[in-house]
Nanobody, 120 residues
Framework: QVQLVESGGGSVQAGGFLRLSCAAT????????MGWFRQAAGKQREWVSS???????TYADSVKGRFTISKDNAKNTLYLQMNNLKPEDTAMYYC??????????????WGQGTQVTISS
């Protein structure tokens, strides 16, 4: 079972930035697609971004141009750089993984989440 631990959440003003991190147990980036999801209070969880084993990245339209997903294979850590944050980005952010090189399967492993709060 893959274990994922997020960190880096916090409270910032609109226009600010945060970088989320997700530490994975063992080296999984060679065979696992990684992603970020978020869930705002009272809303369904939504996909934010993914990165496959080849480094191909995809983003939800709502964050495209503001968020950047990346990974450090040596540190077994996934990142989400979030710039120009908006109040609507406020949510619990979750790291996720699935055994799939091209992100072709539903995510199966989840972290515990890290809270991001953006004030206007």
């Amino acid at each position: 079972q893959v274990q994922l631990v997020e960190s880096g959440g916090g409270s910032v003003q609109a226009g600010g930035f945060l970088r989320l991190s997700c530490a994975a147990t063992g080296y999984i980036f060679g065979t696992y697609c990684m992603g970020w999801f978020r869930q705002a209070a009272g809303k369904q969880r939504e996909w934010v971004s993914s990165i496959d084993t080849y480094g191909t990245t995809t983003y939800a339209d709502s964050v495209k141009g503001r968020f950047t997903i990346s990974k450090d294979n040596a540190k077994n850590t996934l990142y989400l750089q979030m710039n120009n944050l908006k109040p609507e980005d406020t949510a619990m952010y979750y790291c996720a993984a699935v055994y799939s090189r091209r992100c072709l399967s539903p995510f199966t492993s989840w972290g515990q989440g890290t809270q991001v709060t953006i004030s206007s």
